[in-house]
């Protein structure tokens, strides 16, 4: 099983920036896919950016060209830069991890507002 533990979140102005983080500890070398994924008050679950273990990225076309997702393979992190950030990206965010198994972090909060 692996474990996943975020951090970074907060409250920003529009048009600001926050870069979330993603530990991961466990069973990691089964994991494939990294993602992270963002939960808005009556909304479902959506997703946001996934990463491979090769590097291959996608995003939703929300956030393209202003989030970037990255993995640190040997610190077992993956990160999530957000800029340009709007009201709408107000949710609370999820490390998710796919491999043997799916595990999810506890989600942090990230606030957009002025």
């Known amino acids: 099983q692996v474990q996943l533990v975020e951090s970074g979140g907060g409250l920003v102005q529009p048009g600001g920036s926050l870069r979330l983080s993603c530990a991961a500890s466990?069973?990691?070398?089964?994991?494939?896919?990294m993602a992270w994924y963002r939960q808005a008050p009556g909304k479902q679950r959506e997703l946001v950016a996934t990463i491979t273990s090769t590097g291959s990225t996608n995003y939703a076309d929300s956030v393209k060209g202003r989030f970037t997702i990255s993995r640190d393979n040997n610190k077992n992190t993956v990160s999530l830069q957000m800029n340009s950030l709007k009201p709408e990206d107000t949710a609370v965010y999820y490390c998710?991890?796919?491999?043997?198994?799916?595990?999810w972090g506890q989600g942090t909060q990230v606030t957009v507002s002025s």
């Open positions: 998710y991890a796919s491999g043997l198994g799916i595990s």
């Open positions: 466990g069973s990691i070398a089964s994991i494939y896919v």
